[in-house]
């Protein structure tokens, strides 16, 4: 089981800017899905992006699209999420996921990280 770490989470005003940082330790090479997922506090984890390991395929939540990226470093075994255009309603705890594939549904990732708070100002 992968060993997650999640930095990068603040504070930061609507309209700015916010890149978070996955670093995966003891990955599986049968791992190939990287995901971000996102909670607030009385509702269910959402999905926010998640992308392949060994592929360049990408999927994104409707809420994020055209705002935010995701990306991964295979050598560092590293995925970021660079978020723009910020919004309250993005204020959450992210979560960074690893499993077989990359999917959209948070019951395919095995492994979670411990979260990293977002919090966005109007």
């Known amino acids: 089981q992968a060993w997650l770490v999640e930095s990068g989470g603040g504070l930061v005003q609507a309209g700015g800017s916010l890149r978070l940082s996955c670093t995966a330790s003891?990955?599986?090479?049968?791992?190939?899905?990287v995901a971000w997922f996102r909670q607030v506090p009385g509702k269910e984890r959402e999905f926010v992006a998640a992308?392949?390991?060994?592929?360049?395929?990408?999927y994104y939540g409707d809420s994020v699209k055209g705002r935010f990226t995701i990306s991964r470093d295979n050598v560092k075994n590293t995925a970021d999420l660079s978020m723009s255009s910020l919004k309250p309603e993005d204020t959450a705890l992210y979560y960074c996921?690893?499993?077989?594939?990359?999917?959209?549904?948070?019951?395919?990732?095995?492994?979670w990280g411990q979260g990293t708070q977002v919090t966005v100002s109007s």
């Open positions: 003891g990955r599986a090479s049968s791992d190939d899905g």
């Open positions: 992308i392949s390991w060994r592929g360049p395929w990408t």
């Open positions: 996921a690893v499993g077989p594939s990359a999917s959209i549904y948070a019951r395919y990732y095995r492994s």
